[in-house]
């Protein structure tokens, strides 16, 4: 069992430009989330989905699109990439809502120039 | 916004010393969890203590909780140089789920042997 997996692990993109993280899951797991990760402020909920379909947004949204077309997938879109989105991106799944742990991915570092 | 907050943000010991560091939240919880990640790598989950719960073991691990004050501790007893890690509170709003899930800063502890 793979867990979460997030690809790519790392990305460097100029100002401008696209990309999507993929998050995949083998555990079932009906909520996916995606965080952000900056030095000294914790993790930071940018979307998230409770099912097939859902999606849902976070704390910080503005400058991301999700989808979750299958299950096991969670992508993370950035349209217009901002030096500000810099950062280290997590994937987390939960089998329950309330009480549940969270499993991570084991990151990707955007680098935006 | 950040719902726990972890103290002290950093933290060094001697190897075989007890770790001890704290998280204050703001509002009702129904559960906190206690998250390590190593660095360069994804947050893994510890322990979950429930709101009805004052104290949770898990092997070397030692968590308190104390809703009056609004309150966790995480205790590590007889400290390894493989506890080197940041170790993140988190915790969902008592009427909320998983997908409000908020994290802490952290604290970054580091054992020396």
Known sequence: NAGVTQTPKFRV?????????????????????WYRQDPGMGLRLIHYSVGEGTTAKGE??????VSRLKKQNFLLGLESAAPSQTSVYFCATAWTANTGELFFGEGSRLTVL | SQQGEEDPQALSIQEGENATMNCSYKTSINN????????????????LIRSNEREKHSGRLRVTLDTSKKSSSLLITASRAADTASYFCATP??????????????TQLTVLP
């Open chain 2, 93 to 106: 709003p008592f009427s909320g789920s998983a997908r409000q899930l908020t994290f802490g800063s952290g």
């Open chain 1, 13 to 33: 993109l100029k100002t401008g430009q696209s990309m999507t993280l993929l998050c995949a899951q083998d555990m079932n797991h009906e909520y996916m989330y």
């Open chain 2, 32 to 47: 906190l969890q206690w998250y390590r990640q190593n660095s360069g790598r994804g947050l893994v989950h510890l322990i």
């Open chain 1, 60 to 65: 910080v949204p503005d400058g991301y699109n």
